[in-house]
């Protein structure tokens, strides 16, 4: 997460108890506590959004070679070298 000249990247450590995983954000430069915010709103919707539900799916497909099929959802990025595609599962 960019903001200005600061930034702040996802962290990550151990829950209390060994309870799992507790996610954060790190940040630095003058605006860092602004880029850190705005990171823990992302994780905070992710955590209220999507964190129990079915994960997307990621495929690589090279230059010359053809997707077996595009399924509704399905995100494709066109790099230099062959296709990225990432599927969401409907409900």
């Known amino acids: 997460m960019v903001r200005g000249g600061s930034f702040a990247y996802l962290s990550m450590r ?12 790190r940040a630095y430069g003058r605006r860092g506590q602004k880029a ?7 994780i905070q919707a992710w955590h209220e959004l999507a964190r129990n539900r079915p994960e997307p ?22 790099k230099t070298n062959g296709l990225v595609m990432i599927s969401w599962p409907t409900d």
């Open 14 to 25: 151990p829950a209390l108890e060994g309870m799992g995983a507790e996610f954060g954000a």
């Open 36 to 42: 850190a915010r705005a990171m823990v709103e992302q």
């Open 57 to 78: 799916t990621f495929a690589y497909w090279p230059t010359g070679t053809a997707p077996l099929h595009l399924s509704e959802g399905t995100a494709v990025l066109n």
